[in-house]
């Protein structure tokens, strides 16, 4: 265990568990600023959708930060619901549901549908009181398929065209 994990094994399960509602907070008021300097700079971040083409695939603090800056355009209203958090050493779960009715940009050109419900999990793991790991855990099949209708991935093509529409639309897709 390092030293500063076991500085936030002395934070109370309570405290972590408001620093990471705060996290959340901030992006659903849309203070995008305050949310991304919440992340440690150190950052990793796993989605499902990065496993299609690599199980061992994450991202960096520039990647999650483009991620939920990209999410919020294409995903007008979506927010997350919260059931139920709690801490277990630095790490704090979290368990509810994303939910939305508006898409817009790519998303809404090529959706079948634009309501969504769906079930989540998030195990975060904090550090020097940031945000340094954010696994997480939902069904895009239930998701993009089957609420919103778009296509899924294959094993010949792991990179469904909705990924391929939402990356084209991103800034940083044009200085790569």
């Known amino acids: 265990m390092t030293s500063d994990t076991q500085q936030e ?10 620093l990471v509602r705060e996290w959340f907070r901030l992006y659903e008021v849309k203070k995008i600023d305050e949310h991304n300097a919440m992340i440690h700079p150190d950052a990793r971040a796993v989605y499902p959708e990065m496993l299609y083409t690599d199980p061992e695939n994450s991202m960096g603090i520039e990647g999650l930060t483009k991620t939920l800056e990209s999410d919020e355009k294409a995903f007008v209203d979506l927010h997350m619901r919260i059931d139920r958090m709690w801490a277990i050493d630095n790490t704090v779960f979290v368990e ?11 998303l809404s050109k090529i959706a079948k549908a634009s309501i969504n419900k769906v079930p989540f999990l998030h195990r975060i793991e904090v550090q020097n009181r940031k945000i340094k790991l954010v696994h997480s855990y939902y069904d895009t099949a239930l998701f993009y398929q089957i609420q919103l209708g778009l296509e899924g991935p294959t094993m010949e093509s792991p990179m469904p065209p909705w990924m391929m529409a939402l990356a084209a639309e991103s800034p940083s897709s044009s200085s790569s």
């Open 96 to 106: 509810g549901f994303f939910i939305g009715s508006k898409l817009s940009g790519a």
């Open 9 to 18: 094994n002395k934070r109370s399960p309570a405290e972590l568990v408001r």
